[in-house]
């Protein structure tokens, strides 16, 4: 679970950080195996809204989705679209919906 966080962060733009405080706060998941995906950042803005005052340079909002499976779920490849650059005052929202 660990290392395709790890792989499906780094290929969206999130920094160590984010990535191991993600992990860390998903803990360990009691299933043979996971499927594991993640929303569009419109999506992710939808599930959870959040507003900044001030408003931030950049703002982005990635939620992964994770479901624990009793067996292998074939899949389509997620697509990555990369963070926006991060300048000035950036707000960065990483959070998980485990869905049992």
Same mark, same amino acid.
């Given at each position: ?29 009691? %299933? =043979?195996? *996971? ?14 809204? #959040?507003?900044?005052? &001030? %408003? =931030?340079? *950049? ?14 779920? #074939?899949?389509?490849? &997620? ?5 926006p650059e991060r300048a000035g005052f950036t707000a960065v929202e990483v959070s998980y919906i #485990?869905?049992?």
């Amino acid at each position: 679970l660990g290392e395709v966080i790890d792989d499906y962060g780094r290929k969206l733009g999130l920094n160590e950080v984010e990535i191991r405080d993600l992990v860390s706060s998903i803990g360990k998941i009691d %299933a =043979p195996y *996971v499927f594991i995906s993640f929303f569009d950042e419109k999506t992710s803005r939808a599930i959870l809204p #959040l507003s900044f005052t &001030p %408003a =931030p340079n *950049v703002y982005s909002n990635v939620v992964f989705y994770l479901k624990p499976q009793n067996e292998i779920v #074939l899949a389509k490849n &997620p697509v990555f679209e990369k963070l926006p650059e991060r300048a000035g005052f950036t707000a960065v929202e990483v959070s998980y919906i #485990l869905d049992y």
